[in-house]
């Protein structure tokens, strides 16, 4: 068991509701935020944007990062950073690229041990998202060729919660993603911008940053999938 969010995407001013969210289910008055931004080749922007967030719904909050790209870590002082944390939120971006450089550091065990041991709420947007499920559907391809790509599914490899998610649902060629799942035989979350699925411990809820944004729910009922919208 454990906790994470994930958010189907936005900008981190239109998610702070969600940002908020993500404190209340830390459960600390002010948590750590510890800030991973590998998929967006650790840029300062977004860790700005984020910390801005976070302290817009909470004053007073801290928070740090984990760039791997960009540090030499010890095993001992990246550890200690994910003890720190109360909370743990990974950037979008090339969600591939993430993966492989987390593979390469060692973190998804680490990440992965974070869940089980139910120390700090996972959290993130986009790519930051799909990393948390069994498979993802991803636009790492338009990293590597920006006029020519389409949508994909990808197996992360952290596989937290059984489904195949797809963030910024309705936009970015994600239209086709019925079909990319109806050989799939889970379920499947589509969150649109705004939103997000939220997992406490075996408890469920979907959640929208304005009400005018949707998530969507494809249960598998062994033949076929059954869409549902969850807000």
């Given at each position: 068991m454990g906790r994470f969010a994930a958010i189907g995407g936005g900008t981190f001013e239109e998610c702070d509701p969600?940002?908020?969210?993500?404190?209340?289910?830390?459960?600390?008055?002010?948590?750590?935020?510890?800030?991973?931004?590998?998929?967006?080749?650790?840029?300062?922007?977004?860790?700005?944007?984020?910390?801005?967030?976070?302290?817009?719904?909470?004053?007073?909050?801290v928070v740090r990062k984990l760039s791997i790209l960009r540090n030499n870590y010890t095993e001992t002082e990246t550890d200690e950073l994910l003890s720190w944390a109360d909370v743990i939120y990974v950037s979008g971006g090339n969600t591939e690229f993430m993966l492989r450089e987390w593979q390469k550091f060692g973190l998804i065990p680490k990440l992965r041990k974070v869940f089980e041991e139910d120390s700090a709420v996972l959290s993130g947007m986009s790519a930051g998202a799909i990393c948390w499920f069994t498979d993802g559907y991803?636009?790492?391809?338009?990293?590597?060729?920006?006029?020519h790509w389409s949508c994909r599914l990808i197996r992360p490899g952290i596989d937290l919660y059984e489904a195949v998610f797809c963030p910024h649902s309705g936009t970015w060629k994600r239209?086709?993603?019925?079909?990319?799942?109806?050989?799939?035989?889970?379920?499947?979350?589509?969150?649109?911008?705004?939103?997000?699925?939220?997992?406490?411990?075996?408890?469920?809820?979907?959640?929208?940053?304005?009400?005018?944004?949707?998530?969507?729910?494809?249960?598998?009922?062994?033949?076929?999938?059954?869409?549902?919208q969850m807000c």
């Open positions: 969600l940002a908020l969210r993500i404190v209340r289910l830390s459960g600390k008055p002010v948590p750590n935020i510890l800030f991973i931004g590998t998929a967006a080749s650790d840029s300062t922007n977004p860790l700005t944007s984020c910390k801005k967030s976070f302290k817009r719904v909470c004053p007073g909050t991803t636009d790492s391809d338009s990293y590597l060729d920006p006029e239209e086709r993603f019925d079909e990319a799942i109806s050989s799939l035989p889970m379920d499947a979350i589509a969150l649109e911008d705004a939103t997000a699925f939220l997992y406490d411990n075996g408890k469920e809820s979907f959640v929208s940053a304005d009400g005018m944004h949707h998530a969507w729910r494809f249960r598998f009922d062994g033949k076929t999938h059954v869409k549902e």
